[in-house]
Nanobody, 123 residues
Framework: QVQLVESGGGLVQAGGSLRLSCAASGSIFSIDAMGWYRQAPGKQRELVTGITRGGITNYVDSVKGRFTISRDNAKNTMYLQMNSLKPEDTAVYYC?????????????????WGQGTQVTVSS
């Protein structure tokens, strides 16, 4: 029943900004690490940025200074603020999270993926 729902993707001109959201729902007990991945056509999926439950973050070098990851634990939601977008940022962006959920009899931890949202940056 646990799922991740993404929103905020779209088309933007180079130099513009976009904000992605990822909301987790279901019988959630807690969410540990979360992150954003992206995959361009013909390329491998890469980790763009991650964040721990306590707010510790990391970024791939290519987005440092331009992207900011954040989360609201009370809302089970993660965000990705993308500024100064470049055509090379064009990709499908995926939300990922480690979630502990309640099955009705006990707790269980699993890793989840969102469905992906397209980000296209035009020149």
């Amino acid at each position: 029943q646990v799922q991740l729902v993404e929103s905020g993707g779209g088309l933007v001109q180079a130099g513009g900004s976009l904000r992605l959201s990822c909301a987790a729902s279901g019988s959630i007990f807690s969410i540990d690490a979360m992150g954003w991945y992206r995959q361009a056509p013909g390329k491998q999926r890469e980790l763009v940025t991650g964040i721990t439950r306590g707010g510790i973050t990391n970024y791939v070098d290519s987005v440092k200074g331009r992207f900011t990851i954040s989360r609201d634990n009370a809302k089970n939601t993660m965000y990705l603020q993308m500024n100064s977008l470049k055509p090379e940022d064009t990709a499908v962006y995926y939300c990922n999270a480690d979630i502990t959920y309640y099955t009705g009899s006990n707790y269980r931890q699993s890793n989840y993926w969102g469905q992906g949202t397209q980000v296209t940056v035009s020149s």
